[in-house]
């Protein structure tokens, strides 16, 4: 069975500074892994995914998330923290075949000017 | 295109009361998906369709929780009778295709308070 963790619930970052925000995942065969934002009271907006090929992956809003297949990692960073990054990001996983996506607890970043 | 839809966004019950939430997916889509977030749990997958058939009602908590969708652009979550606990966001997804790379998309959400 797939599985994701994110290690913290949560995350502080001061405006400007960069931000990494957790994920490890489990699953057998190849990952599809994704990453969504809630803000309050919205519902998830998707930010970026890994399919195949460059590790790196570019989304939304400036976001990136680096896929380690040693490390079954695939942390969400950006370079400079903004105020309006605050939320909350979910780390979902999906196995080959048509499953849906297992997400993880979630992670709240909060950016403090 | 208006993504997926839900209403109603906001709605306050007594208990024992019958609620139906309801979902329109965005055209074209034919996976749907029911999912609850709670505090304390976190976000549930409650039940999900393909093709408007039920695939999987696992996560579906008590009998008093139904779900159907009876066309592709339409789908509908009721609880009868509600409690208290079944205080929640309740959130609508859809994706299309039929492979796993394919993206989720949500809508707002239904917040539901059972008093």
């Known amino acids: 069975a797939q599985s994701v963790a994110q290690p913290e619930d949560q995350v502080n970052v001061a405006e400007g500074n960069p931000l990494t925000v957790k994920c490890t995942y489990s699953?057998?065969?190849?990952?599809?892994l994704f990453w969504y934002v809630q803000y309050p009271n919205r519902g998830l907006q998707f930010l970026l995914k890994y399919i195949t090929g460059d590790n790196l992956v570019k989304g939304s809003y400036g976001f990136e998330a680096e896929f380690n297949k040693s490390q079954t990692s695939f942390h969400l960073k950006k370079p400079s923290a903004l105020v309006s990054d605050s939320a909350l990001y979910f780390c979902?996983?999906?196995?080959?075949?048509?499953?849906?996506?297992?997400f993880g607890k979630g992670t709240r970043l909060s950016v403090i000017a | 295109d208006a993504g997926v839809i839900q209403s109603p966004r906001h709605e306050v019950t007594e208990m024992g009361q019958e609620v139906t939430l309801r979902c329109k997916p965005i055209s074209g889509h034919d996976y749907l998906f029911w999912y609850r977030q709670t505090m304390m749990r976190g976000l549930e997958l409650l039940i999900y369709?393909?093709?408007?058939?039920?695939?999987?009602d696992s996560g579906m908590p008590e009998d008093r929780f139904s779900a159907k969708m009876p066309n592709a652009s339409f789908s509908t979550l009721k609880i009868q009778p509600s409690e208290p606990r079944d205080s929640a966001v309740y959130f609508c997804?859809?994706?299309?295709?039929?492979?796993?790379?394919?993206?989720?998309?949500f809508g707002p959400g239904t917040r539901l308070l059972v008093l």
């Open positions: 979902a996983v999906r196995g080959p075949g048509n499953t849906p996506l297992v």
């Open positions: 699953v057998s065969g190849n990952p599809y």
């Open positions: 369709f393909n093709n408007n058939v039920p695939i999987d």
């Open positions: 997804a859809s994706s299309g295709g039929r492979v796993p790379q394919e993206t989720q998309y």
